[in-house]
């Protein structure tokens, strides 16, 4: 097969480097630094967004052909993997996502973005930080035997749940013994009580800020435990509703550059502007791109994906490289995955062209160039 040749500003893992890469079957097999494509596209590493409830109309908690749409419509902005996001719903209903996206998996398009299994957002949260999590359906772990979850382990790869609910450290250690990453958020756990949830093996936390005890002078909680453990992986909803950028340096500062994760935490009704949907059962309003419940402030997912978020940390100060890994790399390490993420030699050729605005120009999935714009 011959080498098909990409040039521009390559983003390594700290560095711009003009140069070309040379792709063999749909893996980067070389590459060259060339100071001549250093006015070409910004070449990054293919997006990977772990927390997405549907994009452009298509419900990540609908039919195949919705988890299709999706898939396709991430692609066009830059994401090349994803988690389809299930939000807190009857137990039965949560089985029946797994299942469909199990059996979805192996005849998912090829000009989307892949599915690298599935997140459930709940059902075992706080109901004190629900957030826009339908409450008639959080359950506590103490009192749903593992049996009635095993439905929905295979494919499984991240779960949030709140560390401070009876059962929940539990539910941790198990979810841990069996690979599957628990991500702490949707809690009003006291700093001790989130400690004692990251000790049980929790290794992520659910949009930063959002949802979650915070950084209060009197009563730390759940935000300053994950401020302050450099193990620990934090997602960020970087669309200037969820968090004041403002507070984006505070992150970049506080925590390792492995240890950022963007998501866009993304509504079906995302990309087709304002509107009504429903999501778990709660109707939510969109407006001049601010997502909430109808009648309320609360907000209820966004209305992005992580090629706005990239350009939004950028536009905050943050360095290409280091937002590049927020949105690629270090979502990847958080699940184990070392195939893809990093524009070195031996990855999968999942990359994004983007132009002088950090603008998508086009995907390409293992080498094959899909979505151009
Ligand atoms: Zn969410």
Do not use: C
Not at 102 to 108: A, E, G, I, V
């Amino acid at each position: 097969m011959t080498a098909l040749l990409v040039g521009g500003r390559l983003i390594l893992d700290d560095s711009i480097v003009p140069g070309r890469l040379s792709i063999e079957d749909g893996r980067i097999a070389a590459i060259e630094p060339d100071d001549a494509e250093r006015d070409g596209p910004f070449v990054a590493p293919g997006f990977v967004d772990l927390h997405v409830h549907g994009w452009g109309g298509y419900d990540a908690m609908g039919a195949r052909t919705d988890l299709d749409g999706m898939a396709r419509a991430l692609l066009r902005h830059g994401v090349t993997s994803f988690l389809p996001t299930a939000v807190t719903a009857p137990l039965g209903a949560l089985v029946a996502f797994a299942e469909r996206v199990r059996d979805w998996l192996p005849d998912s398009p090829a000009d989307g973005a892949q599915a690298l299994g599935f997140n459930l957002e709940g059902p075992f949260i706080s109901p004190d930080r629900k957030g826009a999590q339908n409450p008639a359906f959080i359950a506590l772990p103490a009192t749903v035997p593992q049996a009635a979850i095993l439905g929905l382990l295979p494919g499984l790869r991240v779960m949030t749940l709140a560390p401070e609910v009876e059962g929940g450290l539990d539910l941790i250690r198990w979810l841990s013994a069996n690979g599957i990453v628990a991500s702490l958020g949707h809690s009003a756990a006291t700093v001790g009580q989130a400690r004692a949830g990251y000790s049980a093996g929790a290794r992520s936390t659910t949009h930063l800020f959002n949802a979650m005890s915070g950084v209060d002078h009197h009563a730390p909680g759940l935000a300053v435990a994950a401020l302050l453990d450099d193990a620990v992986f934090v997602e960020l909803i970087a669309d200037g509703q969820h968090v004041h950028p403002a507070l984006w340096p505070i992150v970049a500062r506080l925590k390792p550059a492995g240890r950022l994760v963007l998501v866009s935490d993304a509504l079906p009704l995302a990309g087709l502007g304002d509107g009504r949907t429903a999501i778990g059962g709660l109707e939510v309003d969109v407006l001049g791109g601010r997502a909430t419940l109808a009648g309320t402030h609360i907000l209820a997912g966004s209305v992005i994906a992580l090629d706005s978020a990239l350009r939004n940390l950028v536009e905050a100060g943050l360095t290409l490289p280091y937002a590049v890994a927020a949105a690629s790399r270090n979502p990847l390490a958080l699940l184990g995955i070392t195939d893809r993420g990093r524009i070195a030699v031996g990855q999968r050729a999942d990359l994004v062209e983007l132009d002088d605005r950090l603008g998508v120009v086009r995907v390409a999935r293992e080498g094959e160039w899909i979505a151009p714009r």
